[in-house]
């Protein structure tokens, strides 16, 4: 893996646009997760409360909260790796180096892993940063700093690393089919923004079930929305094994289709 992982990067380490999105979204995770306690500060400033309670009280920093937080915050800006996945697949065809790939031995079955590695690497790299940031709030923040405080909910952390990587599968497929970067992007950016989240609202509202059931919904769902949590409403702080199912039920879809283009199609 760690070649094929090696492999990738030569062939990205030059793209401009491989290090600004990197850059992107590293830098979001960073700004939205330590200015947390600073958006609550302006709160209290401008005098919000929630039942006379102060906005700066809410624990979003303690342990037992941050895993959970963070790893909805680094997939909602999920857009900016899966653009680079995009940018992985597409180049290939683009610069014709897969065919380079394929003359100099290496398998479409190999050629498939490279991407996948590259996916995983990228999914890794996110719960990696994901955390340090959390382990450095904790301690400044949290009022338990026990061993046993830092390593509850700590299964979100992975949990994040298989959304992003599930999310790159849908990503890879897409630009496997597409072929053409700028399409590609524009295709996911218009699903991902738009035609999945009005489909599942109008399913969601009629047939909840099947709402539920489209790919992106049930990739978000293995990590619920925390943060109602602090408005006193149920919100699960566990990986639901139903929600986990559905997410990679769909996996395999994609990584099916992704196999299917790479061997039927002309390479």
């Known amino acids: 893996m760690l070649r094929l992982v090696k492999l990738e990067f030569l062939k990205l380490k030059t793209n401009r646009a491989f290090w600004i999105l990197l850059g992107i979204y590293f830098v979001a995770l960073l700004l ?10 302006y709160l209290e400033n401008q005098g ?13 920093y303690d342990f ?6 963070l790893a909805w915050l680094g997939y909602f800006f999920k857009i900016f790796p899966a653009l680079l996945i995009i940018i992985s697949v597409t180049n290939e065809f683009q610069f014709k180096t897969h065919r380079q790939n394929i003359i100099d031995g290496l398998s479409r079955t190999e ?16 719960a990696l940063v994901i955390l340090i940031i959390g382990l450095i709030l904790g301690f400044l923040n949290a009022s338990d700093t026990s061993v ?38 524009m295709v996911l950016l218009i699903y991902t923004l738009m035609i999945e989240p ?20 049930a990739f978000s769902s293995i990590v619920a929305f925390p943060f109602t949590r602090y408005i006193l409403l149920e919100t699960p702080d566990y990986i639901g094994l139903v929600e986990f199912l559905k ?8 990584l099916f289709g992704i196999f299917w283009q790479l061997k039927r199609r002309d390479f």
Not at 64 to 69: C, G, L, Y
Not at 152 to 178: D, E, G
Request: charged fraction near 5%.
């Open 247 to 254: 997410a990679t039920g769909w996996g395999f879809v994609f």
């Open 111 to 126: 050629f498939f892993l490279s991407k996948l590695s590259f996916a995983i690497f990228l999914a890794l790299l996110s």
């Open 148 to 185: 046993d405080a830092i390593l509850y909910n700590a299964v979100f952390i992975p949990a994040h690393a298989y959304q992003l990587l599930l999310y790159f599968l849908f990503t890879m497929f897409l630009a496997l089919i597409i072929r053409k970067s700028a399409f590609t992007i």
């Open 48 to 60: 919000v409360t929630y039942r006379g309670l102060s906005p700066v009280i809410l624990p979003i």
């Open 198 to 217: 009005i489909a599942a609202g109008i399913l969601g509202h009629f047939y909840p079930l099947i709402g539920s059931l489209l790919p992106l919904q």
């Open 32 to 41: 939205i997760a330590f200015s947390g306690g600073a958006i609550l500060q």
């Open 64 to 69: 037992e909260d941050i895993w959970q937080n």
